[in-house]
């Protein structure tokens, strides 16, 4: 690809890059007062200063520039990402709150209507003799006995509406409480939703303008830098041998890698979980989600909370994640290459395993038995063209 192409295409997929706002609602937040929080875009700003000042002077100051750049960008789509999730769920939480606490109110309208018809029938019955005096006066002391006893079932009835009453208006007050609180955290939510978009967006422009820069020779160098650096990671950990062996994936790996391959050449956008687009983690959490198994939605959680695997048992369907904050990750193919969603300005593809510095690996279903025989599933032509470095943070 020509460098002016490739300059091109990064603008396109960078400026398309950028999801809808969060769906939740949230008035703009006011400015804060303490001052304890470092401003992002300050602290992001100052962890290159020379690269903000004088500009790379090199090609690999040039490479580091723009990986710095994705690496904040990628901080901030993980953020995005699991904050969306935590949304999500608080959403969910919200409604069963508030449709919890209509049908408490409904029941405590109910007691009170109880309440109060007793209340008046009491009332009405004040002027009665007593239960005792008319058992005395009755012409059938049967007829009363039985009256007596209808009368203390009342009484039972009026104390069980009471206490009724205040356990439905104690429930009441709690589930408004904690209504008001989880509408406020989704608030929250949304706002820091908001700011997290604002630093991909801002990374991504800074990326924009830098590949804008670059005349063609540059880009030319620059591609083969990247070129070499993987070609070197991947001689190196196909030397240790680890990924030696015939490999087959289980049953819903299988699954999860077709899925995987027949988004090869969709493009890559930030906070997307397809079907038309993807980022890294939106794309193997919706591959296995089609093979029947439910994951964390980001890169990290994938990595804290499926069982870990070594790579000299790694099998084809397994994920592999990149980065010491485990904040990129692919599916493994076979044969030392897996399927990925790299950065904005690429599309899914086929790359090399050492394409980015290897974390680990984790298995989505432990418990599944390898097949006896694979057939990968097929390639589309050209599936391993493009970049093959994924965001340093994500």
Not at 366 to 378: C, D, E, M, V
């Amino acid at each position: 690809m020509s460098g002016r192409l490739l300059r091109t295409v990064c603008a396109a997929a960078l400026l398309a890059a950028l999801p809808a706002a969060p769906a939740v609602a949230a008035p703009e937040p006011e400015p804060a007062e303490s001052s304890t929080a470092p401003d992002p875009e300050t602290a992001e700003s100052s962890a290159a200063p020379e690269a903000e000042t004088a500009g790379p002077a090199t090609v690999p100051e040039l490479l580091g520039r723009l990986r710095t750049l994705y690496q904040q960008a990628e901080e901030a789509t993980e953020t995005y990402n699991a904050t969306e999730e935590e949304r999500k769920a608080l959403a969910a939480e919200t409604k069963r709150l508030t449709g919890d606490l209509a049908r408490t109110r409904d029941s405590l309208a109910r007691a009170r209507a109880d309440a109060g018809r007793l209340a008046r029938a009491q009332y009405q019955g004040r002027t009665d003799f007593s239960s005792a005096l008319r058992l005395l006066l009755a012409r059938d002391p049967d007829h009363a006995l039985d009256q007596h006893q209808v009368l203390r079932r009342a009484a039972r009835e009026r104390s069980a509406t009471v206490a009724r009453l205040e356990k439905g208006e104690k429930r009441a007050d709690r589930l408004a409480t904690a209504s008001r609180r989880a509408l406020d955290r989704e608030q929250t939510l949304a706002e820091k939703q908001k700011e997290a978009r604002d630093r991909v967006t801002a990374r991504l422009k800074e990326v924009e303008e830098t590949l804008a820069a670059l005349s063609d020779e540059e880009v030319e160098e620059l591609t083969a830098l990247e070129d070499a650096e993987t070609d070197d990671a991947q001689r190196e950990l196909l030397a240790t041998g680890e990924l030696e062996g015939a490999r087959t994936p289980s049953e819903p790996g299988r699954e999860a890698l077709a899925y995987a391959a027949e988004q090869i050449g969709k493009p890559y956008v930030w906070g997307a979980e397809g079907p038309e687009s993807f980022d890294c983690s939106g794309l193997t959490s919706r591959a296995w989600a089609r093979a029947g198994r439910s994951i964390p939605r980001t890169s990290q959680e994938q990595w804290r909370t499926l069982p870990k695997v070594p790579l000299r048992a790694l099998r084809p369907g397994d994920l592999v994640v990149y980065f010491p904050k485990a904040t990129h990750v692919a599916i493994y193919l076979g044969d030392g290459l897996v399927i990925q969603a790299p950065r904005p300005g690429a599309r899914v593809k086929v790359s090399p395993i050492a394409a980015n510095p290897l974390l680990g690996a984790v298995r989505p279903d432990p418990a599944a038995r390898p097949l006896r025989s694979y057939t990968p599933p097929p390639l589309p032509t050209g599936a391993a063209g493009g970049s093959d470095e994924g965001y340093d943070e994500g």
